[in-house]
């Protein structure tokens, strides 16, 4: 379990992290979602003892990161896939964490197999590619077997088959108990493999709740409607006092409505409909109209070759 209790972090006049109470639990992969400049990646680094908060608390199974022993048996974590000496193979990397933190010198050819490679275990890292790093930072993170895993961006480089690969591999750490914290910003990915969610804007909490009830309270439903006969059956639905959008391609759409209402109507008025049918928002539609306010870096649609100036200094994004 990861816990954070007004978790805090402030760079000068800049509030990374502001307040920030949440409980990652076990048992479930949590989603952790946020804009560019959200804090994600500042709260990671807190959770792991990299950064100091200005204030507030966070614990890893009920302790501080720093005063855990043998902390890789503990969490493992993938921050940043490139953040390896690349003099070193892939099996001496893996062997000096394990040496650190008390760890069999079986478990390194364990995860280097677990992760596909083996073939590769020889090689520097430096010859790697980002897929290849993203194996060996999963492998490493997954080196001390312990209960509480936290990866950021976990499946950038990789190709499908090691996309769908993570994606089968958190969700077997969640059910044997393990808590999965990941951050990504790939929604149609998160979207398949998160249970929970925790969103954050501009340091603060916006969201702490199940990836159902997330889409279904941010999300926008509609009914879809296509007839051969769209004047009829909108002088039908307007006497039922029903609000129909045009959407384009000879499609209508009632926000909010119900299907059976529309469908029933449209038999009793002796309308033929070709399509009937419910459009619930996906998650990153639901993500985008939560953080519209909370959104730091805006891209404009500028045409090529002119620079839109921000009107403030770049900062980190996290």
Same mark, same amino acid.
């Given at each position: 379990?990861?816990?954070?209790? +007004? !978790? #805090?972090?402030?760079?000068?006049? $800049?509030?990374?992290?502001?307040? /920030?109470?949440?409980?990652? =639990?076990? %048992? ?87 992760? +596909? !490679? #083996?073939?590769?275990?020889?090689? $520097?890292?430096?010859?790697?590619? /980002?897929?290849?790093?993203? =194996?060996? %930072? ?42 999965v914290f990941v951050s990504s910003h790939l929604m149609s990915e998160m979207a398949l493999t998160a249970d929970h969610l925790v969103v954050i804007g501009q340091g603060r909490l916006l969201a702490d709740t199940s990836m159902t009830d997330f889409i279904a309270r941010n999300a926008r439903t509609c009914v879809r409607i296509r007839t051969p006969q769209r004047e009829r059956l ?85």
């Amino acid at each position: 379990m990861i816990e954070l209790e +007004g !978790l #805090t972090k402030r760079y000068g006049e $800049k509030l990374a992290v502001n307040n /920030l109470t949440v409980t990652v =639990r076990p %048992g479930t992969v949590t989603g952790f979602l946020g804009p560019n400049g959200a804090g994600k990646s500042t709260t990671m680094r807190m959770i792991l003892g990299l950064d100091r908060p200005t204030c507030g608390a966070v614990r890893v199974d009920g302790r501080p990161y720093r005063g855990l022993r043998d902390p890789l048996t503990r969490i493992g974590a993938l921050l940043d896939a490139k953040d390896v000496h690349g003099g070193r193979t892939a099996f001496h990397h893996l062997l000096c964490l394990a040496r650190s933190n008390g760890i069999p010198t079986g478990r390194v050819h364990e995860v280097l197999d677990t992760v +596909g !490679l #083996t073939a590769v275990a020889r090689k $520097k890292a430096k010859g790697f590619s /980002l897929g290849m790093s993203q =194996r060996l %930072g999963i492998a490493a993170a997954l080196l001390g077997d312990p209960r509480i895993l936290m990866f950021d961006e976990p499946v950038n480089g990789l190709d499908p088959e090691g996309i769908h690969w993570i994606r089968g591999l958190m969700k077997s750490l969640a059910a044997q108990g393990r808590t999965v914290f990941v951050s990504s910003h790939l929604m149609s990915e998160m979207a398949l493999t998160a249970d929970h969610l925790v969103v954050i804007g501009q340091g603060r909490l916006l969201a702490d709740t199940s990836m159902t009830d997330f889409i279904a309270r941010n999300a926008r439903t509609c009914v879809r409607i296509r007839t051969p006969q769209r004047e009829r059956l909108l002088d039908v639905l307007a006497e039922a006092g029903i609000t129909v959008v045009e959407a384009g391609g000879g499609l209508l759409e009632v926000d909010g409505g119900k299907p059976e209402q529309v469908g029933e109507l449209a038999a009793r008025h002796h309308v033929v409909l070709h399509e009937l049918s419910t459009r619930q928002s996906s998650l990153e539609e639901a993500f985008m109209r939560l953080t519209a306010e909370s959104v730091e870096y805006h891209a404009h649609a500028d045409a090529p070759g002119r620079a839109r100036s921000a009107g403030r200094p770049k900062q980190k994004e996290s």
